[in-house]
């Protein structure tokens, strides 16, 4: 289970080396809920500047929660880019459309990915644990349980 002193200092560490501290006021909240479901999120106020990082402290699927910790303040670093980005988006398709759907589904994966691979990157060189969590992993699907039952060609 996580604690406020097991993450505080790794949030205080990531806010100072991302240069958030002096430009958003962010909050850290463990939250013990059972249907909080991912493990870490954010909720954003752009207007007034301020955040809530919220990292599940009751059952986290990644192992590795500075790299989670690293990741979510990446994606608040990012956000006004994800929210220009959206906001092009929703005003040139209507989002009761394929054309929508497509081009919305392929800028989050893209948003996602990016993210990732520069956690990746700040984690390898800044992290104090280096290790990637692979929890994620863990719960998908082996490539022939995806292929199990499809006919042969």
């Given at each position: 289970?996580l604690?406020?002193?097991?993450?505080?200092?790794?949030?205080?560490?990531?806010?100072?080396?991302?240069?958030?501290k002096?430009?958003?006021?962010?909050k850290?909240?463990?939250?013990?809920?059972?249907?909080?479901w991912?493990?870490?999120?954010?909720?954003?106020?752009?207007?007034?500047?301020?955040?809530?990082?919220?990292?599940?402290?009751?059952?986290?699927?990644?192992?590795?929660?500075?790299e989670?910790?690293i990741?979510?303040?990446?994606?608040?670093?990012?956000?006004?880019?994800?929210?220009?980005?959206?906001?092009?988006?929703?005003?040139?398709?209507?989002?009761?459309t394929?054309?929508?759907?497509?081009?919305?589904n392929?800028?989050?994966?893209?948003?996602?990915?990016t993210?990732?691979?520069?956690?990746?990157?700040?984690?390898l060189?800044?992290?104090d644990n280096?290790?990637?969590s692979?929890?994620?992993?863990?719960?998908?699907?082996?490539f022939?349980?995806?292929?199990?039952?499809?006919?042969?060609?």
């Amino acid at each position: 289970m996580l604690t406020y002193e097991s993450t505080n200092p790794l949030f205080d560490k990531w806010i100072e080396i991302l240069r958030l501290k002096n430009f958003w006021d962010i909050k850290l909240e463990l939250v013990e809920d059972e249907h909080f479901w991912k493990t870490g999120d954010f909720k954003v106020d752009p207007d007034d500047r301020k955040a809530i990082l919220m990292l599940n402290a009751k059952n986290p699927k990644q192992e590795n929660i500075e790299e989670v910790i690293i990741h979510e303040l990446l994606h608040l670093k990012l956000y006004p880019l994800d929210q220009l980005t959206e906001g092009l988006i929703d005003g040139h398709y209507r989002s009761d459309t394929a054309e929508y759907n497509t081009i919305y589904n392929q800028f989050m994966t893209m948003l996602e990915q990016t993210v990732e691979e520069l956690t990746k990157c700040f984690l390898l060189q800044y992290g104090d644990n280096k290790e990637l969590s692979y929890g994620r992993c863990k719960m998908m699907k082996s490539f022939n349980e995806l292929y199990n039952g499809l006919k042969s060609l």
